[in-house]
């Protein structure tokens, strides 16, 4: 931020129609940011390095978690198109399956070791600019965690 030259934008105060209000004030829309455990975040602080807990903290900052679920068990993504639901990230789902190159491809690409695309609202075009040693911690961090059915979590 401090390499970017300055600007005096002004940013507009943010406007929520009545719907919004009330929905937010019944706890109609999700709001995964106020939901990240920032406590448990402050708490890992883990090196940067190719591991299993690296991952999970690359995992929780980069929003894995808060699409394919606390224990990646994908689903159903609340308030979100209900297609295409998040996918198992557990050893259980097919990514259980792959190599770590496949995985590695896939994010790159877009493009599953099977030819299918990926539905542009998981954001792999970002993903895909992580380092070989960020998605390795990641893909570390997936296979350590217990398999579970989809949509359990
Ligand atoms: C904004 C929500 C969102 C975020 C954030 C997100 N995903 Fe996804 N992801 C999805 C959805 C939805 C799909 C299913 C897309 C489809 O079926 O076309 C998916 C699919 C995938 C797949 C394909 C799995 C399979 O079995 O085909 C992988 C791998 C994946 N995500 C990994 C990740 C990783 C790793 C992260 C974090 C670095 C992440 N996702 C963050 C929503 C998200």
Redesign the pocket.
């Known amino acids: 931020m401090r390499s970017r030259p300055k600007q005096n934008n002004t940013t507009p105060a943010p406007v929520l129609g009545i719907v919004g209000r009330v929905l937010i004030a019944t706890g109609g829309l999700p709001f995964p940011a106020i939901e990240v455990q920032h406590e448990h975040l402050a708490a890992m602080h883990p090196s940067a390095g190719v591991s299993a807990a690296y991952g999970e903290y690359l995992?929780r900052i980069?929003?894995?978690i808060?699409?394919?679920g606390a224990g990646l068990s994908g689903g159903h993504?609340q308030g979100a198109p209900s297609d295409?639901?998040?996918?198992n990230?557990t050893p259980a789902?097919?990514?259980g399956r792959w190599t770590f190159a496949q995985?590695t491809s896939?994010?790159r690409t877009g493009t599953?070791p099977d030819g299918t695309h990926?539905?542009s609202?998981?954001?792999w075009p970002d993903?895909a600019q992580m380092s070989t040693a960020e998605l390795h911690a990641?893909w570390l961090y997936l296979k350590s965690v217990p398999p579970r059915p989809t949509g359990h979590g």
């Open positions: 995992a980069s929003g894995c808060s699409c394919h993504l295409p639901p998040a996918q990230l789902g097919d990514v995985f896939t994010i599953r990926i539905n609202f998981m954001p993903f990641i």
